[in-house]
């Protein structure tokens, strides 16, 4: 079946990396996402890669595609408390218009 | 603001009662979706719908309903809600290019009482 997974909880410290790792399901996905949530808000999208793709890098976010695993992680370099939100991956899955959501990790950035 | 709009913000509700969320799109999307989300279990895809005049289910569809009467609404309808119901509602409209992500609303909460 469908299905996206997710750690819960992620805690770093002010400028350290973090690393938010997810699974899918669907290997024909196109497209995959990543996207934020910040309280009390909608989600964001943040950033997202094809599935012919083993990595983007857009500014300190860097995205890595290992479609053999079905793995899919963000890593934020440098991070700063301003990223600390639920961060949600997500598969588009073919042929039907869905798009499938991991359970978000919350990243919990200390000073 | 072109965007997604939902309604209401919050609603307190009495178990059994009917109730209606509101979404517009001024987008003119052609996908949109109802998720719900819930603590630890992230969003979960109640109903879709890829075009006006067409909706699908979702990974939890029970006990809720849509239509798209045309390219800009998408109401989800709870016919008699229960407890388990209470959660935050998103609706979402995807961009008709390749990319194709996501525009949320800021959601609405829902409380079943």
């Known amino acids: 079946g469908e299905d996206v997974e997710q750690s819960l909880f992620l805690s770093v410290r002010e400028g350290d990396s973090s690393v938010i790792n997810c699974t899918y399901t669907?290997?024909?996905?196109?497209?995959l996402y990543w996207y934020k949530q910040e309280p009390g808000a909608g989600l964001q999208l943040l950033t997202y890669?094809?599935?012919?793709?083993d990595m983007k890098q857009d500014q300190r976010l860097t995205v890595l595609l290992n479609k053999k695993d079905k793995h899919l992680s963000l890593r934020i370099a440098d991070t700063q408390t301003g990223d600390s939100a639920i961060y949600f991956c997500a598969e588009s899955i073919s042929n039907t218009g869905k798009l499938i959501f991991g359970q978000g990790t919350t990243l919990q950035v200390k000073p | 603001i072109a965007g997604i709009t939902q309604a209401p913000t919050s609603q307190i509700l009495a178990a059994g009662r009917r109730m209606t969320l509101r979404c517009t799109q001024d987008?003119?999307?052609?996908?949109m979706y109802w998720y719900r989300q819930d603590l630890g279990l992230g969003l979960r895809l109640i109903h879709y719908s890829n075009t006006a005049g067409t909706t699908g289910k979702g990974e939890v569809p029970d006990g809720y309903s849509v239509s798209r009467a045309n390219t800009d609404d998408f109401p989800l309808t709870l016919a008699s809600a229960v407890p388990s119901q209470t959660s935050v509602y998103f609706c979402?409209?995807?961009?008709?290019?390749?990319?194709?992500?996501?525009?949320f609303g800021e959601g609405s909460r829902l409380t079943v009482l």
């Open positions: 890669i094809f599935s012919n793709m």
């Open positions: 669907d290997s024909s996905s196109t497209y």
């Open positions: 987008m003119r999307h052609n996908a």
């Open positions: 979402a409209s995807r961009a008709d290019r390749n990319t194709g992500e996501l525009f």
